[in-house]
């Protein structure tokens, strides 16, 4: 249960020291969904600059300079290489065509290392099951539309990307885990973070609650792309409901008997966790299981608690 979390503040009105303020709040309240690691992204004078580290959001310290107007950032719950290997933690940067980008990962892939031999990959000392959808758009050697689609319809698990390239162009890839994006268009300023949860947890501690924004909820299989004007932009792909039997070795029905327990190891302590939270706002865990068992899931329920 990672998070993902950033501010566009595509018309400049915030001071540096607000952007500032708007990320410590967002990283922070992310942290319900991973204190392993913290790490944003940002672009300065077309140099990718990404600090990360292996603590929770609350304890990092943002060097985030004052002209940096669009930040992505990640919080980590560790499912596959270790946090305190930094190069394992979100954000990841990679290189397409001369120019550089940013990727991070909420989620858990299954296939990773599947892929990384049929596309004949080569091996990193990253650990992270999330890379390879660096590697899958860099050996396409473009990021656009077509490059990000074709990787979401390789990657089997749970996912939802953001991208940030030197253009200030943010995409998002929404598979079936939560994404949320509030636009305030008068201010020029979009907010988004993987639950709805996380921002109104954010912007009650900015004193930024009374704002009506836009919401922007994107569907299973879209890809959304907000320039640095703020203009929006959407594709789609497809997603893969059930996947085709095919012939695997012993080690790789281990790997993914192991992957399979990670998820589900995964899911039990996000309903624990939403049961916690759940309580802040006058719910019993019984009531919890209740909506489990009338076939919501642990996502939706999060997103109706606030």
Not at 193 to 208: K, N, Q, Y
Request: charged content about 25%.
């Amino acid at each position: 249960m990672c998070a993902i979390f950033g501010v566009l503040d595509y018309k400049g009105n915030l001071t540096g020291v607000q952007r500032l303020r708007v990320v410590k709040a967002l990283g922070t309240a992310a942290e319900v969904r991973g204190t392993d690691a913290t790490g944003i992204a940002f672009f300065q004078r077309n140099q990718l600059c990404i600090q990360k580290a292996a603590k929770p959001a609350h304890k990092m310290k943002y060097r985030i300079p004052a002209q940096v107007r669009y930040i992505m950032g990640h919080t980590r719950m560790t499912t596959q290489g270790h946090a305190s290997r930094n190069q394992n933690n979100h954000p990841f940067p990679g290189r397409v065509d001369g120019t550089t980008f940013a990727l991070a990962h909420n989620g858990v892939l299954c296939n990773d290392r599947e892929l990384r031999r049929s596309n004949r990959l080569p091996l990193t000392d990253i650990e992270t099951d999330s890379y390879i959808a660096v590697q899958l758009i860099e050996q396409l050697n473009e990021l656009t539309f077509y490059s990000l689609q074709k990787m979401a319809e390789s990657v089997e698990g749970s996912f939802v990307f953001t991208v940030l390239d030197q253009d200030s162009n943010v995409y998002f890839v929404k598979g079936d885990n939560p994404l949320t994006i509030y636009h305030y268009p008068e201010l020029g300023i979009y907010l988004y973070a993987s639950t709805e949860m996380i921002l109104v947890s954010a912007l009650r501690a900015l004193g930024m609650e009374d704002l009506e924004p836009e919401v922007i909820e994107p569907d299973d299989g879209t890809i959304l792309v907000i320039d640095r004007a703020g203009r929006q932009m959407w594709s789609r792909f497809e997603i893969e409901e059930t996947y085709a039997a095919v012939w695997m070795s012993p080690w790789e029905m281990a790997y993914q008997r192991q992957q399979q327990q990670l998820m589900e190891d995964f899911r039990i302590e996000y309903i624990r966790d939403l049961k916690e939270i759940a309580g802040s706002y006058g719910y019993a865990p019984e009531e919890i299981d209740s909506f489990l068992s009338a076939g919501y899931t642990a996502e939706e329920i999060e997103e109706m608690l606030y």
